[in-house]
């Protein structure tokens, strides 16, 4: 099965033009002949979009198709655009513990609370986020900064103590990312 779904709400004759060429294109097309339909097929779904005749207020990602007749493979190609910025924007957002990291903004978020971050910050919150245990200084200069070498260097401690700052200094947070003695850890 496609995981691109189109869902076609209250359109029954576009529906049956895209059942008719589901083959040929990558879709997979669901019908929503009312409210009750359409929420139950949003809940299954993760990556769908909405087509409708009208706008309307409470349906997410939705597409309006209210300037007919369109010749179908520009609607097909304004489909595949969206999708691919839904995909983006769902890749663009990582949630860790009660916080938001936006990748494409560079931004760690909670509530209306923004903190811009650098690239190395944000590698560095991903890195340790990613592993359950604390990381240490050697693993971190390895692999967040690819840095090789038996020279001591107190990059990372430096590093990590200025991104704690920032982080107290915007949430109120001593405790996101945590020292322990065998390294660091987002708690």
């Given amino acids: 099965m496609n995981n691109q779904n189109i869902i076609i709400y209250e359109f029954s004759p576009l529906y049956q033009i895209f059942k008719e060429l589901e ?3 990558n879709f997979n097309i669901i019908e929503a002949l009312n409210q009750k339909s359409l929420n139950k097929e949003i809940m299954k779904l993760k990556n769908y979009i909405v087509i409708t005749k009208k706008k309307y207020l409470n349906i997410d990602n939705q597409f309006t198709l209210n300037h007919l007749p369109i010749k179908i493979t520009k609607l097909i190609e304004n489909l595949n655009i969206e999708l691919l910025k839904q995909q983006f924007n769902d890749q663009s957002e990582i949630v860790i513990g009660n916080y938001k990291i936006n990748l494409n903004a560079r931004e760690m978020i909670l509530k209306e609370l923004k903190l811009k971050l650098t690239e190395k910050e944000i590698n560095t919150i991903l890195y340790l986020s ?5 990381v240490n200084v050697d693993e971190l200069q390895t692999n967040v900064w690819r840095y090789h070498s038996d020279i001591e ?28 003695k065998n390294g660091y850890q987002i708690k």
Avoid: C, M, W
């Fill in 23 to 25: 083959h040929e294109i």
């Fill in 130 to 134: 990613k592993i359950a245990s604390p």
């Fill in 153 to 180: 260097t107190h990059t990372v401690e430096t590093h990590i103590y200025r991104l704690r700052k920032k982080i107290f200094k915007t949430f109120q947070d001593e405790n996101f990312i945590i020292s322990k």
